[in-house]
């Protein structure tokens, strides 16, 4: 049985060799997404595994939560005597102040911007830290500065050069040395800059305060033990942690980015495989129908039913390993790909070494494995059922067979589950699980019922064609005539052109909903943001006061975020701090209740801890159940766990203009967290001066700043929309693999499909067909297959995208926007894909020799 298998597979590989394509495809981006990982994690252990080099113990202020989103918090510097009280320790034999923080390297005027930070530190002589000295000497001195050797090749610096930092502060420093990062010439997408300690201090205006204390334990001082004497020594202010813990803790934080977009990438990955599925059940479908005879004559040689059903689930077996291995090896090259997609959206990666762990080779077999049995199971059934009487049959190609009654009462019942499980999940009654549930359910009764409703479908869809004459007439009833053939390969099809679809205006109505809502909220003149688009702001203090300082400009208002956790689910969410008395100012707030008067905690009758209130969102509001008076316990990394007072409720609008659904007051933020950036600056600018020439004299004075960007209204609600349109340009770009392989499955079923339908054909030209004729034939049941796909994709698409933005929230308003220009891409797509898909099978088929079709049983 074994050799016959691997016989019948080599005499088949041409007609399995798209499948085996299509497998790969799908195991590519697998594969791709789970290298891209495992690299990155590994890069980011052995990064922040590098930084404390020679440090036994790291000290830090003590905080609820280390990072949130992916963003480490910032915490409280350190005092002088806190150093000085822990090298008096017993066990310690060196303990050094280290100031860290963010500045940007400008040179001859234009700042160095790279895509990761720019770190700034004090320099630490070796062999303690992770900065081997390369060239130069150490910046022991003020107006010295030592930078990462990358950046000083990249941008051609050179020691003996001078340059600007920019940080809250700015100086002017002399290149006296090039250094590395461990054995690396510096970090990935990312410039580094070290300068003394008093320098630091200066730059991030942290006074006499820094960072961290680094700890060397003496010889023979076992790391955890000087650990508990020190905490003993600073009491529970203070967190004292092994070096690697905290270098774990930071890593952890840094993979958290890239584990949300690898659990994107496989989700878009599952979406290629269900796609190739089809692919994969059609084409042993085929195959099947097509062996009838020979399968028979098996059964009458005395092969069991079983040994049927192995033989067939044996070609599946060769077909998924070889699809598997052949998606590992190509998942390696996507995996570099993947990285530079992944990095235009702002996701520092590394460029190390590509890693391949045995999990991704045992991933990559089963996955392509897993698929093709699955999608095999069903022929290899039908195959075992085929009785010995079958080899007197004459032909064996397929024809018009009704669905059976149990597939169109499950499809049935799969539809009836679906319709309460959508509607409820785009009232926003149910949960996005329900909702998934719905739509999972919808795909399974089209699935089934796809080959009861596809004859008509076609024959509709196929009505102009009639047109073109014999050929349009042959083309329309040879789609209509085999449903399940013809429905498995739309349903391919028109899933990928749904997804694609699906993404395109859910992107379409967020930007819509987000540029609508900005420009009715905001009113103000101009905004101020950093260039760099840092996720809590990058606005250091002296922009404020250069703004406000500003002759033309009459108010400006500032915006800040930070993140918080839930304390009963450990959701973490950002909020939006704003200023009570100049926000009115430059928006068109819509409160629904309360006041923002009462943001600051001197206009509370009763606030825990002196905090002041909370303004939420109408939806939030709603969700929680909370009014005006009500508390809600949050947890900040800097003061733990506080009650904040809710105090207003805004619409939904106005919340998503200002970026979260909770909204505290400055000064309320202040005794919250130790972060000072602003995210923005809303300008309103005095009557009487252009907004033009504001503008610029406003870039003019912020120009000696780290890098900022001075938009109008309409330049600030586009560039909330960016972010969305890298997303769905990524996500879109992807997806049109699935659509390859939906083409593919259209190549397939067309060539094998006329191999089945070679006596036909013959007959056809025996009867005066020309070739062109059935090229054109072949050709046009091509292109019809794509238009009923392009069809049902559409519809699919644009419904699902509609019930996803109700479901969604009020948040979006419900507004579904379709993307004329995208469909019209979709539309394109399918068409291509229908010529292109019609080419080789019509070639092959004009290409027989009319008796030997004829003479084919």
């Known amino acids: 049985m074994l050799k016959l298998i691997w016989t019948q597979t080599l005499a088949r590989r041409g007609r399995l060799a798209m499948t085996v394509v299509a497998v790969a495809l799908g195991v590519t981006f697998v594969t791709g997404t789970l290298v891209l990982t495992d690299t990155s994690q590994r890069a980011f252990d052995a990064q922040f595994g590098q930084a404390v080099a020679g440090v036994d113990l790291t000290i830090r202020r003590a905080v609820a939560f280390d990072s949130a989103m992916g963003v480490e918090v910032q915490r409280e510097p350190l005092s002088p005597q806190i150093r000085d009280r822990v090298a008096a320790v017993p066990g310690v034999a060196e303990a050094r102040e ?3 923080g963010s500045a940007l390297i400008t040179l001859h005027g234009t700042p160095i911007v790279p895509s990761g930070p720019s770190v700034l530190a004090s320099w630490t002589a070796p062999p303690v830290g992770p900065y081997p000295l390369r060239t130069g000497q150490a910046p022991e001195h003020l107006g010295e500065v030592v930078i990462d050797q990358a950046t000083a090749r990249s941008h051609h610096l050179a020691v003996g050069d001078r340059v600007q930092l920019r940080a809250e502060a700015t100086g002017t420093f002399t290149v006296v040395g090039l250094i590395g990062f461990g054995d690396r010439d510096g970090l990935p997408d990312s410039t580094l800059a070290l300068v003394d300690a008093r320098s630091a201090r200066h730059l991030l205006q942290l006074g006499h305060g820094s960072s961290e204390v680094d700890v060397v334990a003496a010889d023979g001082v076992a790391p955890t033990v000087l650990a508990e004497r020190i905490q003993h020594e600073l009491g529970n202010r203070y967190e004292v942690g092994l070096a690697r813990d905290t270098a774990a803790a930071s890593a952890a934080a840094a993979k958290t980015q890239v584990k949300y977009i690898a659990l994107a990438l496989l989700v878009l990955a599952g979406a290629a495989l269900l796609i190739g599925a089809f692919l994969i059940a059609n084409t042993f479908s085929i195959m099947v129908t097509q062996r009838l005879r020979e399968l028979a004559l098996l059964r009458a040689a005395g092969a069991t039913g079983r040994q049927v059903f192995a033989s067939v689930m044996g070609e599946a077996v060769v077909v998924g390993a070889a699809g598997g291995l052949l998606g590992l090896v190509a998942g390696v090259g996507a995996a570099l790909g993947l990285r530079a997609l992944v990095a235009n959206l702002g996701v520092t990666v590394t460029d190390s070494s590509l890693v391949i762990t045995g999990r991704t080779i045992l991933v990559a077999v089963t996955v392509g494995l897993g698929v093709t049995l699955l999608a095999a199971v069903g022929p290899a059934r039908r195959a075992a059922r085929v009785a010995p009487v079958a080899a007197l049959r004459e032909s064996t190609s397929e024809t018009a067979q009704p669905a059976s009654r149990a597939r169109k009462v499950v499809g049935l019942v799969a539809a009836v589950l679906a319709v309460p499980a959508v ?5 926003g009654a149910g949960s996005l699980a329900v909702l998934a549930a719905g739509a999972a359910s919808l795909i399974v009764a089209l699935v089934l019922l796809g080959p009861a409703c596809v004859p008509a479908v076609a024959r509709f869809v196929g009505r102009p ?16 005539r085999a449903p399940r053939r013809t429905a498995a390969t739309v349903t391919a099809l028109a899933l990928s052109l749904a997804l694609v679809v699906l993404i395109a205006v859910v992107g379409a109505s967020i930007k819509t909903s987000m540029r609508d809502s900005y420009r009715e909220v905001v009113s103000a003149d101009l905004v101020v943001e950093s260039a760099r688009g840092e996720m809590l702001g990058g606005l250091v203090p002296a922009a404020y006061r250069t703004t406000a300082a500003l002759a033309e400009v009459d108010v400006v208002s500032r915006i ?30 819509d409160l629904v209740s309360g006041s923002l008067d009462r943001l600051e905690g001197n206009h509370l009758d009763s606030v825990s801890d002196g905090v002041g209130g909370l303004v939420l969102s109408e939806r939030v509001a709603s969700q929680r159940g909370l009014t005006v008076g009500d508390q809600l316990p949050m947890r900040f990394a800097r003061v733990g766990t506080r009650p904040l007072v809710v105090v207003g409720v805004i619409s939904d609008s106005a919340a998503q203009a200002l970026g979260t659904d909770f909204l505290v007051s400055l000064a309320t933020y202040d005794q919250l967290y130790t972060e000072r950036m602003d995210a923005s600056l809303l300008v309103k600018v005095s009557a009487g001066s252009s907004v033009g020439a504001a503008a610029h004299d406003l870039e003019t004075a912020l120009s ?11 330049a600030a ?14 996500v879109t770009a992807l997806l049109l693999f699935s659509v390859l392989i939906a083409m593919l499955g259209i190549i397939n079923t067309l060539a094998l499909s006329i191999l089945e339908r070679t006596r036909e054909i013959g007959l056809l030209r025996a009867v005066g067909m020309t070739r062109r004729q059935l090229r054109s034939a072949i050709r046009a049941e091509a292109i019809l297959t794509s238009a009923v796909g392009l069809v049902v994709g559409l519809v699919l698409g644009v419904g699902f995208a509609a019930v996803a933005l109700s479901a969604a929230g009020q948040g979006l308003g419900g507004a579904v926007s379709v993307p004329v220009g995208v469909l019209a891409m979709v539309t394109s797509i399918a068409t291509v894909v229908g010529l292109v898909a019609g080419i080789l099978p019509a070639r092959r088929a004009a290409r027989m020799e009319v008796l030997a079709a004829i003479a084919d049983t």
């Open 717 to 730: 609600a586009d560039a909330r929309t960016r972010a969305v349109d890298q997303i769905v340009g990524m």
């Open 98 to 100: 280290q100031v860290n």
């Open 423 to 427: 509607w409820f999940g785009a009232a």
């Open 704 to 714: 000696r700043l780290p890098p900022v960007e001075v938009r109008d209204q309409a």
């Open 560 to 589: 800040r975020y930070g993140h918080w956790k839930d304390p009963h689910t450990g959701t973490v969410s950002a909020l939006t701090a704003i200023d009570p008395a100049t926000l009115p100012e430059v928006t068109n707030l």
């Open 465 to 480: 064609l009639t047109a073109a004459g014999v050929p349009g007439a042959l083309a329309r009833q040879s789609a209509a």
